[in-house]
Nanobody, 122 residues
Framework: QVQLVESGGGLVQGRGSLILSCAVS????????MNWYRQAPGKQRELVAS???????NYADSVKGRSTISRDNAKNMVSLQLIRLTLEDTAVYFC????????????????WGRGTQVTVSS
């Protein structure tokens, strides 16, 4: 199985920036993508950014132009950089690994980290 541990959250001033990191250990039969999600109070969990095994990336409209997801294979880390933070970025950010557990799996399975709190102050 896969274990994910997020770090880098904290209190950040508006217009500031931060880098979230996700340490990855373990494995699954086929890893398809690494993702960052976030969930704020009163809101649904949303996909912030994703990166596939091939390196293609995707970003939510709310963070396009302000976000970069990257991999460091040597360190088994996935990072999310956010700049020009606003109050709307306040949320718990979750690292996610998505793929197939076995050769017989017909759909993807999600592994989740515990999350790291990001609070943007005015």
């Amino acid at each position: 199985q896969v274990q994910l541990v997020e770090s880098g959250g904290g209190l950040v001033q508006g217009r500031g920036s931060l880098i979230l990191s996700c340490a990855v250990s373990g494995s699954m039969f086929r890893l398809n993508a690494m993702n960052w999600y976030r969930q704020a109070p009163g809101k649904q969990r949303e996909l912030v950014a994703s990166i596939t095994t091939s390196g293609s990336t995707n970003y939510a409209d709310s963070v396009k132009g302000r976000s970069t997801i990257s991999r460091d294979n040597a360190k088994n880390m996935v990072s999310l950089q956010l700049i020009r933070l606003t109050l709307e970025d306040t949320a718990v950010y979750f690292c996610n690994a998505r793929g197939r557990l076995t050769p017989f799996s017909t759909q993807d399975y999600d592994y989740w980290g515990r999350g790291t709190q990001v609070t943007v102050s005015s």
